[in-house]
Protein backbone atom coordinates (compact mmCIF):
# COMPACT_ATOMS: atom_id res chain seq x y z
CA UNK A 1 0.00 0.00 0.00
CA UNK A 2 2.74 2.13 0.70
CA UNK A 3 3.90 2.46 -3.27
CA UNK A 4 0.53 3.32 -4.01
CA UNK A 5 1.25 7.12 -2.89
CA UNK A 6 3.84 6.99 -5.72
CA UNK A 7 1.95 6.37 -7.89
CA UNK A 8 -0.66 8.68 -10.08
CA UNK A 9 -3.09 8.20 -12.13
CA UNK A 10 -4.23 10.64 -15.43
CA UNK A 11 -7.62 10.93 -15.63
CA UNK A 12 -7.72 13.18 -18.91
CA UNK A 13 -4.61 13.45 -21.26
CA UNK A 14 -5.15 15.26 -24.25
CA UNK A 15 -5.08 18.56 -27.08
CA UNK A 16 -6.99 21.00 -27.76
CA UNK A 17 -7.52 22.48 -31.40
CA UNK A 18 -5.51 23.62 -33.34
CA UNK A 19 -2.89 21.57 -31.16
CA UNK A 20 -4.69 18.19 -31.89
CA UNK A 21 -3.86 19.11 -35.77
CA UNK A 22 -0.50 19.10 -34.75
CA UNK A 23 0.21 16.19 -32.64
CA UNK A 24 0.00 18.42 -29.90
CA UNK A 25 -1.12 15.03 -27.92
CA UNK A 26 2.11 13.69 -28.26
CA UNK A 27 3.06 16.61 -26.68
CA UNK A 28 1.33 16.40 -23.78
CA UNK A 29 2.05 12.41 -23.36
CA UNK A 30 5.69 13.50 -23.09
CA UNK A 31 5.27 16.35 -20.80
CA UNK A 32 3.70 13.77 -18.34
CA UNK A 33 6.88 12.37 -17.47
CA UNK A 34 8.67 15.31 -17.32
CA UNK A 35 10.80 15.87 -14.07
CA UNK A 36 8.90 19.51 -13.31
CA UNK A 37 6.06 16.94 -12.64
CA UNK A 38 7.69 15.23 -9.96
CA UNK A 39 8.98 18.59 -8.35
CA UNK A 40 5.42 19.48 -8.16
CA UNK A 41 4.27 16.06 -6.96
CA UNK A 42 7.00 16.40 -4.29
CA UNK A 43 6.43 20.06 -3.11
CA UNK A 44 2.55 19.09 -3.19
CA UNK A 45 2.71 15.87 -1.05
CA UNK A 46 6.27 15.67 0.61
CA UNK A 47 5.77 14.99 4.43
CA UNK A 48 2.17 15.07 4.65
CA UNK A 49 0.81 12.82 6.39
CA UNK A 50 -2.21 10.58 4.99
CA UNK A 51 -5.17 10.01 6.08
CA UNK A 52 -5.91 6.35 5.88
CA UNK A 53 -2.78 5.02 8.10
CA UNK A 54 -0.89 8.69 9.12
CA UNK A 55 2.10 7.38 7.52
CA UNK A 56 3.95 10.14 6.28
CA UNK A 57 4.53 10.71 2.18
CA UNK A 58 7.68 10.58 0.66
CA UNK A 59 6.34 12.55 -2.36
CA UNK A 60 8.62 10.14 -4.89
CA UNK A 61 6.28 9.76 -7.47
CA UNK A 62 7.48 7.00 -9.69
CA UNK A 63 5.14 5.45 -11.85
CA UNK A 64 1.98 7.33 -13.80
CA UNK A 65 -0.99 5.34 -14.94
CA UNK A 66 -3.76 6.20 -17.64
CA UNK A 67 -6.56 4.52 -19.77
CA UNK A 68 -7.47 5.08 -23.48
CA UNK A 69 -10.75 6.45 -24.60
CA UNK A 70 -11.37 3.48 -26.63
CA UNK A 71 -8.98 0.82 -27.39
CA UNK A 72 -5.90 0.76 -28.71
CA UNK A 73 -4.28 5.02 -28.41
CA UNK A 74 -3.27 6.59 -30.90
CA UNK A 75 -1.74 9.63 -28.56
CA UNK A 76 -0.02 7.12 -26.46
CA UNK A 77 1.38 4.56 -28.78
CA UNK A 78 5.06 4.29 -29.83
CA UNK A 79 5.91 7.64 -27.95
CA UNK A 80 9.69 7.13 -27.09
CA UNK A 81 12.19 9.51 -26.04
CA UNK A 82 16.11 8.23 -26.63
CA UNK A 83 15.11 4.64 -27.22
CA UNK A 84 12.84 4.31 -24.18
CA UNK A 85 9.24 3.64 -24.77
CA UNK A 86 7.56 7.04 -22.84
CA UNK A 87 4.27 5.10 -22.03
CA UNK A 88 4.08 1.14 -21.94
CA UNK A 89 0.79 -0.54 -22.84
CA UNK A 90 0.09 -3.41 -20.29
CA UNK A 91 -3.29 -5.03 -21.29
CA UNK A 92 -7.21 -3.57 -21.20
CA UNK A 93 -9.96 -3.50 -18.85
CA UNK A 94 -13.27 -5.56 -19.31
CA UNK A 95 -15.53 -2.96 -20.42
CA UNK A 96 -16.74 -1.70 -17.19
CA UNK A 97 -18.51 1.58 -16.88
CA UNK A 98 -22.05 3.63 -17.85
CA UNK A 99 -22.58 6.12 -20.88
CA UNK A 100 -23.64 9.62 -20.37
CA UNK A 101 -26.66 9.44 -17.87
CA UNK A 102 -28.00 13.28 -17.44
CA UNK A 103 -28.47 15.15 -13.89
CA UNK A 104 -31.78 14.70 -13.80
CA UNK A 105 -31.85 11.19 -14.16
CA UNK A 106 -29.05 10.74 -11.25
CA UNK A 107 -31.54 12.73 -9.08
CA UNK A 108 -34.47 10.28 -9.77
CA UNK A 109 -31.89 7.53 -8.18
CA UNK A 110 -30.99 9.24 -5.91
CA UNK A 111 -34.53 10.32 -4.91
CA UNK A 112 -35.91 6.79 -5.06
CA UNK A 113 -32.98 5.41 -2.61
CA UNK A 114 -33.39 7.43 -0.44
CA UNK A 115 -36.86 7.14 0.18
CA UNK A 116 -36.11 3.59 0.97
CA UNK A 117 -33.36 5.04 3.78
CA UNK A 118 -30.80 4.53 1.51
CA UNK A 119 -27.69 7.00 1.05
CA UNK A 120 -24.60 6.17 -1.39
CA UNK A 121 -21.83 7.54 0.56
CA UNK A 122 -19.83 9.96 -1.45
CA UNK A 123 -16.51 11.76 -0.97
CA UNK A 124 -13.30 10.51 0.28
CA UNK A 125 -13.10 6.61 1.63
CA UNK A 126 -16.34 5.79 0.49
CA UNK A 127 -15.48 3.62 -2.76
CA UNK A 128 -14.18 4.67 -5.93
CA UNK A 129 -16.72 6.36 -8.93
CA UNK A 130 -19.97 7.66 -6.98
CA UNK A 131 -22.01 7.24 -9.82
CA UNK A 132 -20.81 3.88 -10.60
CA UNK A 133 -21.80 2.45 -7.31
CA UNK A 134 -24.98 5.09 -7.12
CA UNK A 135 -26.62 3.01 -10.19
CA UNK A 136 -25.09 -0.18 -9.62
CA UNK A 137 -27.37 0.17 -6.17
CA UNK A 138 -30.22 1.80 -8.01
CA UNK A 139 -30.59 -1.19 -9.86
CA UNK A 140 -30.28 -3.82 -7.24
CA UNK A 141 -33.06 -2.34 -5.39
CA UNK A 142 -35.02 -2.78 -8.57
CA UNK A 143 -34.26 -6.31 -9.14
CA UNK A 144 -35.67 -6.72 -4.83
CA UNK A 145 -38.86 -5.07 -6.73
CA UNK A 146 -39.16 -7.90 -9.44
CA UNK A 147 -37.74 -5.42 -12.32
CA UNK A 148 -35.36 -7.33 -14.32
CA UNK A 149 -32.96 -5.58 -14.91
CA UNK A 150 -29.23 -6.77 -15.82
CA UNK A 151 -26.56 -4.69 -14.35
CA UNK A 152 -24.44 -6.34 -16.92
CA UNK A 153 -25.97 -4.72 -19.65
CA UNK A 154 -26.25 -1.51 -17.84
CA UNK A 155 -22.80 -1.13 -16.46
CA UNK A 156 -20.77 -3.00 -19.04
CA UNK A 157 -20.92 -0.89 -22.13
CA UNK A 158 -18.30 -3.28 -23.84
CA UNK A 159 -15.71 -0.47 -24.45
CA UNK A 160 -12.73 -1.70 -23.37
CA UNK A 161 -9.80 0.30 -22.64
CA UNK A 162 -5.87 0.14 -23.47
CA UNK A 163 -4.27 0.46 -19.85
CA UNK A 164 -0.97 2.06 -20.18
CA UNK A 165 1.90 2.88 -17.57
CA UNK A 166 4.40 5.53 -17.86
CA UNK A 167 7.81 4.49 -15.81
CA UNK A 168 9.35 7.86 -14.33
CA UNK A 169 12.33 5.83 -12.73
CA UNK A 170 14.73 3.37 -14.53
CA UNK A 171 14.45 1.12 -11.59
CA UNK A 172 10.54 1.77 -11.17
CA UNK A 173 9.54 -1.45 -11.06
CA UNK A 174 12.30 -3.01 -8.88
CA UNK A 175 11.68 0.33 -6.37
CA UNK A 176 7.79 -0.30 -6.11
CA UNK A 177 8.57 -4.17 -5.33
CA UNK A 178 10.79 -2.48 -2.78
CA UNK A 179 13.46 -4.63 -3.82
CA UNK A 180 15.33 -1.37 -4.06
CA UNK A 181 15.17 1.47 -1.97
CA UNK A 182 16.14 4.36 -4.32
CA UNK A 183 14.55 5.51 -7.82
CA UNK A 184 16.39 5.81 -10.94
CA UNK A 185 14.74 8.91 -12.05
CA UNK A 186 14.77 9.71 -16.21
CA UNK A 187 15.25 13.40 -14.98
CA UNK A 188 13.95 14.71 -18.53
CA UNK A 189 13.22 18.35 -18.35
CA UNK A 190 10.19 19.45 -20.06
CA UNK A 191 12.14 22.06 -22.32
CA UNK A 192 14.70 18.53 -23.56
CA UNK A 193 11.19 16.70 -24.06
CA UNK A 194 9.81 20.34 -26.34
CA UNK A 195 11.97 20.20 -28.26
CA UNK A 196 12.31 16.79 -29.20
CA UNK A 197 8.43 17.01 -29.75
CA UNK A 198 9.15 19.80 -32.38
CA UNK A 199 11.88 17.86 -34.50
CA UNK A 200 9.80 14.52 -34.34
CA UNK A 201 6.34 15.45 -34.56
CA UNK A 202 5.47 19.25 -35.09
CA UNK A 203 7.61 20.40 -37.89
CA UNK A 204 6.64 17.49 -39.80
CA UNK A 205 3.12 17.50 -39.45
CA UNK A 206 2.99 20.92 -39.57
CA UNK A 207 3.89 20.01 -43.39
CA UNK A 208 1.39 17.32 -44.62
CA UNK A 209 -1.59 18.85 -41.90
CA UNK A 210 -2.78 21.97 -43.06
CA UNK A 211 -5.85 22.05 -41.68
CA UNK A 212 -3.70 24.30 -38.22
CA UNK A 213 -3.28 27.64 -40.84
CA UNK A 214 -7.33 27.86 -41.55
CA UNK A 215 -8.46 27.64 -37.69
CA UNK A 216 -10.33 30.29 -36.07
CA UNK A 217 -10.97 30.51 -32.93
CA UNK A 218 -14.20 31.79 -32.90
CA UNK A 219 -15.51 29.27 -35.42
CA UNK A 220 -14.19 26.32 -33.54
CA UNK A 221 -15.80 28.53 -30.25
CA UNK A 222 -19.10 28.43 -31.83
CA UNK A 223 -19.05 24.51 -33.38
CA UNK A 224 -18.50 23.32 -29.78
CA UNK A 225 -21.19 25.49 -28.03
CA UNK A 226 -23.46 25.00 -30.67
CA UNK A 227 -22.51 20.44 -30.07
CA UNK A 228 -22.94 20.93 -26.18
CA UNK A 229 -26.29 23.16 -26.66
CA UNK A 230 -27.89 20.68 -29.11
CA UNK A 231 -26.74 17.33 -26.45
CA UNK A 232 -28.59 19.36 -23.67
CA UNK A 233 -31.47 20.10 -25.30
CA UNK A 234 -31.70 16.51 -26.35
CA UNK A 235 -30.63 14.96 -22.72
CA UNK A 236 -32.85 17.77 -21.19
CA UNK A 237 -35.99 16.23 -23.40
CA UNK A 238 -35.27 12.99 -22.54
CA UNK A 239 -34.95 13.70 -18.79
CA UNK A 240 -38.35 15.63 -19.27
CA UNK A 241 -40.19 12.45 -20.70
CA UNK A 242 -38.79 10.10 -18.48
CA UNK A 243 -38.99 12.97 -14.88
CA UNK A 244 -43.09 12.16 -16.17
CA UNK A 245 -43.27 8.48 -15.52
CA UNK A 246 -43.47 6.55 -12.12
CA UNK A 247 -40.29 4.67 -10.82
CA UNK A 248 -41.03 1.93 -11.92
CA UNK A 249 -41.34 3.10 -15.72
CA UNK A 250 -38.35 5.24 -15.55
CA UNK A 251 -36.46 1.95 -14.53
CA UNK A 252 -37.55 0.41 -17.60
CA UNK A 253 -36.54 3.66 -20.02
CA UNK A 254 -33.38 3.75 -18.17
CA UNK A 255 -32.11 0.40 -19.36
Not at 185 to 199: G, H, P, T
Not at 212 to 239: H, I, M, N, P
Request: glycine letters at 8%.
Amino acid sequence: MESLNETMDIYTLGALPPYNFLLGGKLMVLTAVAKEIRDVYRQKYGGSTTIINGRKDSGELVLLTTTSAFGKSSIYNRVKYKGQPVCIPVGYTKGLGYTYIPPDLIQVMKDYLSNKGIEVQTGYGAGPNYRFRLISRFITELRKEGIQVSKNEVLQQGYQKEVYVFPLARNCREYLLRGENTPEYYDWSFNELAEYWKERYLYKRAKTNLEWKTWDKKKVLDELLGTYQLSFEVCRAGSKNILATERRNTACKLV
